[in-house]
């Protein structure tokens, strides 16, 4: 991953991580439920944010080099295991 892309990463990590625990003291402080269910539903698209942007950047450069080394076959595996990984 280029340097670039991992502070990207990286800051929206540390973002998410400050999310977390405002969920946590939201519980802690007995927030309205609505409240914090919406609240875990923003950091559950950051996280899939995050997920999007590292698949982005496997494809790019991971798949891209195992296609032109001949490595057909495993990069065929791990984009059907992401796949079916962003199913669930």
Do not use: F, P, W
């Amino acid at each position: 991953m280029d340097e670039k892309s991992k502070a990207k990463v990286v800051r929206r990590l540390k973002l998410l991580e400050g999310q977390v625990r405002g969920l946590q003291k939201m519980v802690e402080n007995d927030t309205y439920c609505v409240d914090v269910i919406t609240q875990t539903s923003a950091v559950k698209q950051g996280l899939s944010n995050v997920e999007d942007m590292l698949l982005e950047n496997h494809l790019d450069h991971c798949v891209h080099h195992q296609m032109q080394s001949g490595q057909t076959k495993k990069a065929k595996e791990e984009i059907i295991k992401v796949y079916k990984l962003k199913r669930k």
